[in-house]
Nanobody, 128 residues
């Protein structure tokens, strides 16, 4: 099993920045990719960003179009924290952000069905 704990959420004004962290514990050696998803009130959970370390996707990062150029995911493995640097935040970025971890080799990690473990989430609120 793998446990994920997110931190770094909070309230920020539009145009500001936040950095989310995700710390994994347990059988982290089994994790080949990690990602961030978010869910706003009344909306479905959506993909934000992902990073992979193994297989044909090794070293790749993936971003939703809505956050490209503003958000950056980083991390060298599941043994260390994975970060989501969020810049130029907009009110529409307001959501609960979830960290997720995958044991699966995939050609991309956009879909949540690739992920095996999930954190409890951290709230990000962007005021206008």
């Amino acid at each position: 099993q793998v446990q994920l704990v997110e931190s770094g959420g909070g309230l920020v004004q539009a145009g500001g920045s936040l950095r989310l962290s995700c710390a994994a514990s347990g059988r982290t050696f089994s994790i080949v990719a990690m990602g961030w998803f978010r869910q706003a009130p009344g909306k479905e959970r959506e993909f934000v960003a992902a990073i992979s370390w193994s297989g044909w996707s090794a070293g790749k990062t993936y971003y939703a179009d809505s956050v490209k150029g503003r958000f950056t995911i980083s991390g060298d493995s599941a043994k260390n924290p994975v970060y989501l640097q969020m810049n130029s935040l907009k009110p529409e970025d307001t959501a609960v952000y979830y960290c997720a971890a995958s044991k699966n080799y995939a050609n991309g990690y956009v879909s949540d069905h690739w992920y095996d473990y999930w954190g409890q989430g951290t709230q990000v609120t962007v005021s206008s």
